[in-house]
């Protein structure tokens, strides 16, 4: 029989919990890929920014963005919130269709899967399984032209690169082409893991058509007061305080992988481990209690915990695994 205790105290914090969890930290990666998508968006004689792309080489090609930040680092929410920082990007006044097609890439992707997911997006579900891929292409640029939209994002863009055939990840670089080149070219959002730099610099003409944004991973010392502010705001929000004793916030950057994103959302748990246990001061205790759920660790091996935390290989399998795909990939590359 469940606790009615636990069920209580839980639904008590709940409403704090999604306030917290729905608030967005702006950093210097928030503000370049702002910057970025201004530059590449037509202001009108008014000074105001349009959802219309800025298009270069005698108005035929449109630019975009590379985002590049490992799993953990914020970058879904962040390029989420940047985009509706743009009111013209909203909803489209005559179509009432969305000006920002939004495309999660599902592993494994293939050319006809995004082009799909693309149609879809844009009110298309009905689609012969015949129609072949480059057929698909055009009647995603067609839906284009009548929908308005301008801005196209595939997040976790690098499992569009995951095929071993050196044709599939030609075709796919030779959609982004063509998704960036003509009349209702489109502004592309490419988000991903540093899988995605290497694929982008295969073909000159991607990798020019970019900028690429590479936020810095945090580092102990050097971001500690940064990322202490951040963990005061949010116990400020939940009415606790923070005790940041026991080298807690070179931990969590540790524990954290160094990733900004991860630091967040482990404070946001271990805030929760205090307020379901009824503590009025944020510690160490409910960080090694948060980190733990996470990682699914022994308590002698927590970084919250162990005295040699800094010494712990974290991600070593998941690295390993990571090496070898991306070594079968450039393999497959240079024999293409």
Known sequence: MMNTDTQTRYIAIAPLMAQLRARH??????????????????VDRTGQITAEPVRFTAGLESRGIILIEPAGGGKTTAIRNVLQEFPAL??????????????????????????????????????SSRTSAWELLDLVKNRIA????????????????????????????????????????VVVILSGTERLIEIAGYDP????????IIPGDLQI?????????????????????????????????????????????TTI???????????????????????GMQEMCAWDRNVFVSPDWHKFEL?????EFDASRTARQRRALRQG
């Not at 930290?25 to 037509?42: G, I, K, M, P, S």
């Not at 801005?151 to 082409?177: C, P």
Request: net charge neutral; hydrophobic share 40%; glycine share 8%.
């Open 146 to 185: 009548v929908t308005g939209a301008t801005t196209i994002w595939l997040d976790e863009a690098q499992d569009l690169f995951l095929s071993r055939s050196t044709r599939e990840i030609d075709d796919m670089l030779k959609m982004i082409k063509g998704l960036m080149k003509g009349p209702n070219s």
């Open 205 to 212: 003409q991607v990798n020019r058509r970019f900028t690429k």
């Open 221 to 265: 010392g050097a971001d500690n007061a940064g990322l202490t502010e951040v963990i005061c705001d949010y116990c400020a929000a939940a009415g606790l305080t923070f005790d940041g004793s026991g080298s807690v916030v070179s931990r969590l950057i540790y524990g954290s992988r160094h990733r900004f994103g991860r630091a967040v959302e």
């Open 90 to 127: 909203g909803t489209h006044p005559d179509t009432g269709a969305p000006r920002v097609l939004e495309v999660q890439v599902e592993s494994p992707a293939t050319l006809r899967s995004i082009l799909r997911a693309l149609l879809r997006e844009m009110g298309l579900t009905k689609v």
């Open 315 to 319: 991600d070593a399998q998941a690295a």
């Open 269 to 291: 748990n271990a805030i929760e481990r205090a307020l379901f246990e009824g503590d009025t001061i944020l510690g160490r205790q409910h960080f090694a209690e948060a980190w």
């Open 25 to 42: 930290v702006v950093t210097e990666r928030d503000r370049e890929v702002q910057a970025q998508l201004c530059r590449l968006l037509h």
